[in-house]
């Protein structure tokens, strides 16, 4: 299989689950999606969990020491959210979304254009921020096999049924971020010759179940986390930990 394959697989079941949901969506009462996107939320909220406890990673402790990945996730999610916000990135997503929502629906009004954007946001971060996402990225841009992003394809595809059968074709529209983002982390796999060291790999896991809780909350109804402001913290914190490691 050539580089690159599984993030075609992934778009290919996303477009496909949120197709079969949007059929089914219409045929379902408004408290019977409520109650998917409530499941849909808490599955989301265990997955945030069994990532975030990453923290705690034996490689991890050894490479930067005992007390500090905990700082150096909450430095993280810190300054990535100071970044985030400066750069409007939770708006920028967002105008996205409507501008995408125009272009394949037209103006359908307010309701129905913030179920899209709503449906777009938050599957295009459910898909793109997990451990598996950067993982199998690069893994397959190193040749080493799209068996991580299968998976994840698998997984996104059920997702994306329920997702569709509560937001609509907002969730279809997300396969474009994941297009985006896979494909430019299986490039990033190409030239980096060689996987993140274990430590880092870790620490970008518990900051991925971080924002995945975020994630969690808005389908709970709970809060708005403008989770996308906080995405540069995935990339500030294997720098960070770097930097940590170094001055031990």
Known sequence: MFPGIGTLVNVATV???????????????????????????????LIAGLSA????????????????????????????????????????????????????????????????????????LVFCTGPLTILGSLNDGLGLGAEQLILKATLDGFAAIAFAASFGWGVAASALTVLVIQGGLTGVGLLLGDVLPDAHIAVVTAVGGLLLVGVALRLLRIREVPVADLLPALLVAPLLLTAVAAFR
């Open 53 to 124: 406890v990453a923290v705690t990673n034996g490689e991890l402790t050894a490479y930067a020491g005992n007390s500090a990945p905990m700082l150096v996730v909450l430095a993280s999610m810190a300054i990535g959210g100071i970044i985030g916000s400066l750069l409007r990135l939770e708006a920028r997503v967002e105008s996205l979304g409507g501008w995408l929502q125009t272009r394949l629906a037209g103006d359908t009004g307010t309701v129905e254009r913030q179920r899209f954007i709503e449906g777009f946001v938050v599957s295009s």
């Open 15 to 45: 477009l496909l689950g949120a197709t079969i949901g949007v059929l089914l969506g219409h045929r379902l009462p408004e408290r019977t999606r409520d109650v998917v996107t409530d499941a849909l939320g808490l599955v989301t909220l």
